[in-house]
């Protein structure tokens, strides 16, 4: 057996798992999210004060709805972005058959 069809076997198998691991990047934010924000109010997280007394009194609710609606929307940009650039390169890219 060529020494080199092993070692293309194995590479084919990991090109298929990364389909399913495009979401990983996604989950790793919004998790990493959560753990920040859980920690910027340690003093609710133990009890010691409720969240309704932690309510900034400068901040109005349609200051919140601009940033919740800015905030999609670069992140809506910048996944089309990188769903273009990703096509794009894989456009360019041509495979060819190796000789086994």
Request: proline residues 5%.
């Amino acid at each position: 057996m060529h020494k080199n069809f092993a070692r293309n076997i194995d590479h084919k198998n990991r090109l298929r798992l990364l389909p399913f691991l495009a979401p990983l990047p996604f989950i790793a934010n919004s998790v990493g999210w959560y753990i920040v924000e859980a920690g910027r109010q340690p003093w609710i997280v133990v009890g010691l004060q409720k969240t309704a007394q932690a309510v900034s009194p400068n901040l109005t609710a349609g200051e919140v709805w601009l940033t919740l609606i800015g905030f999609t929307a670069v992140y809506l940009l910048l996944a089309m972005l990188a769903l273009f650039a990703a096509i794009s390169f894989i456009r360019r890219t041509h495979v060819t058959e190796e000789e086994g």
